[in-house]
């Protein structure tokens, strides 16, 4: 499967953006889907993550209650909303498919990646 995120942007401190990540060739309904993002000379890490059905989602302690990711099954697209952003969410945000059920927090456990998207937020 191949898979497109896009949404990134300039947005102020406190602002709103959302992010998407439209998957084709193959299948997106059957699987996890997660966001991660990888800051200016830093590791990529762990953002969020949504059950194949979209019953049940986890977040990173740094995003948790300003964050929500979501999707639709029907649309092959997931979603990343992100309010009152901060400048350390400055980021390449990247979706990615887990590649069987479970919760992963961890890039190696996700088979499918989008190219990202970048979000700058400034103070």
């Known amino acids: 499967v191949q898979l497109q995120a896009s949404g990134g942007g300039l947005v102020q401190a406190g602002g709103s953006l959302r992010l998407s990540c439209v998957a084709s060739g193959g299948t997106f309904s059957n699987r996890p889907m997660a966001w991660f993002r990888q800051a200016p000379w830093k590791e990529r890490e762990f953002v969020a993550w949504i059950r194949w059905d979209g019953s049940s989602q986890y977040y990173a302690d740094s995003v948790k209650g300003r964050f929500t990711i979501s999707r639709d099954n029907a649309k092959n697209t997931a979603y990343l909303q992100m309010n009152s952003l901060k400048p350390e969410d400055t980021a390449v945000y990247y979706c990615?498919?887990?590649?069987?059920?479970?919760?992963?927090?961890?890039?190696?456990?996700?088979?499918?990646w989008g190219q990202g998207t970048l979000v700058t937020v400034s103070s």
């Open positions: 990615a498919k887990a590649a069987i059920n479970g919760l992963w927090v961890r890039e190696r456990e996700y088979s499918s």
